[in-house]
């Protein structure tokens, strides 16, 4: 319960870290830093889908 809380909130703060705590290196991180690159919302979006699923 405490990590999923602590996940939610670095996918607002920092989503690329939330994903590479949750999945580790791999095409959902480099998905998310693509994302925060161009768009940050839509970053936080998939940050917050990797994380709870």
Do not use: E
């Amino acid at each position: 319960m405490d990590n999923k809380v602590l996940l939610i909130i670095a996918s607002l703060l920092l989503p690329p870290l939330a994903v590479f705590l949750k999945k580790g290196a791999g095409k959902d991180l480099v998905i998310n830093i693509i994302l925060c690159l161009f768009f940050y919302v839509p970053g936080i979006i998939h940050a917050l889908w990797v994380t709870l699923n």
